[in-house]
């Protein structure tokens, strides 16, 4: 992988990351203090599964 892909990779998580603000403010503000009131297992939990989910992503389209 070289470092243009990268860049591209970062680039389209900051557009998706950027989706729900821009389209529902609102919605992403309550998501957001919904969010707050977990625990950090819960959050860690959350983490992990986003995690193995981009991995199989990848996995499957490498």
């Known amino acids: 992988m070289d470092s243009s892909t990268f ?23 309550r998501m957001f203090s919904q969010m707050l009131q977990l625990n950090d297992g819960q959050i860690r939990f959350f983490g992990l599964c986003s995690i193995v989910l ?4 990848i996995w499957l389209l490498a």
């Open 54 to 57: 981009g991995l199989i992503g």
């Open 7 to 29: 860049w591209t990779a970062l680039a389209m998580v900051l557009v998706v990351e950027g989706l729900l603000p821009f389209i529902s403010p609102g919605g992403w503000r």
